[in-house]
């Protein structure tokens, strides 16, 4: 379980963040002129101009998440996008009576997702992406590795040591 989970859970993972993303953008684009209308009255000025800068966030940056490209920059533009949005749409302090509770809850919702981009941004290069090519571009596959394994043999009342062959060297180089 936790094989599967280890390779597959992070894409998996960044799918399903990206999802919410990638539907509300192509969302703004089939409501265009509603969503401009509800930014508008909120009080954006440029609100047309505002509107296609979020569909280009919120589509492009879904994108390079779910393909695992620049996926620390794509979790970034995601994050700091998500700054003003969630204070100028999701204001429970400000919010009617009747409203709070539905926009704290809003709120509290885009907050946490803030809180996987961030973890987006703190791992993705870590196991996957660009980070692994380029030690691999390095020419690190050239070292010297050795591993030591302990298992019990039935000669020896104590575990033998044996070491795995090593990978071989340039030659002229020794030690």
Same mark, same amino acid.
């Given at each position: 379980?936790?094989?599967?989970?280890?390779?597959?859970?992070?894409?998996?993972?960044?799918?399903?963040?990206?999802?919410?993303?990638?539907?509300?953008?192509?969302?703004?684009?089939?409501?265009?002129?509603?969503?401009?209308?509800?930014? %508008? =009255?909120?009080? *954006?000025? &440029?609100?047309? +101009?505002? !509107? $296609?800068?979020?569909?280009?966030?919120?589509?492009? /940056? @879904?994108?390079?998440?779910?393909?695992?490209?620049?996926?620390?920059?794509?979790? %970034? =533009?995601?994050? *700091?996008? &998500?700054?003003? +949005?969630? !204070? $100028?749409?999701?204001?429970?302090?400000?919010?009617? /009576? @009747?409203?709070?509770?539905?926009?704290?809850?809003?709120?509290?919702?885009?907050? %946490?997702?803030?809180?996987?981009?961030?973890?987006?941004?703190?791992?993705?290069?870590?196991?996957?992406?660009?980070?692994?090519? @380029?030690?691999?571009?390095?020419?690190?596959?050239?070292?010297?590795?050795?591993?030591?394994?302990?298992?019990?043999?039935?000669?020896?009342?104590?575990?033998?040591?044996?070491?795995?062959?090593?990978?071989?060297?340039?030659?002229?180089?020794?030690?």
């Amino acid at each position: 379980m936790n094989d599967v989970i280890g390779k597959f859970g992070p894409a998996a993972g960044r799918f399903l963040i990206a999802l919410i993303f990638l539907l509300s953008g192509f969302g703004k684009i089939g409501g265009f002129a509603q969503t401009a209308g509800f930014m %508008a =009255a909120k009080g *954006l000025p &440029m609100a047309e +101009v505002l !509107l $296609v800068l979020s569909i280009i966030i919120e589509i492009g /940056a @879904a994108l390079m998440l779910i393909v695992g490209w620049q996926a620390r920059l794509g979790a %970034a =533009a995601l994050f *700091l996008w &998500m700054i003003p +949005v969630t !204070l $100028v749409f999701h204001n429970f302090w400000a919010a009617a /009576a @009747a409203q709070q509770q539905f926009e704290m809850a809003m709120f509290m919702k885009n907050i %946490a997702m803030m809180g996987g981009l961030l973890y987006i941004m703190g791992r993705a290069a870590l196991h996957h992406g660009l980070r692994v090519g @380029a030690v691999q571009r390095k020419g690190l596959t050239g070292l010297r590795l050795s591993m030591v394994i302990s298992c019990p043999c039935p000669s020896s009342s104590s575990g033998t040591r044996l070491r795995a062959p090593s990978t071989p060297r340039p030659p002229g180089r020794t030690g």
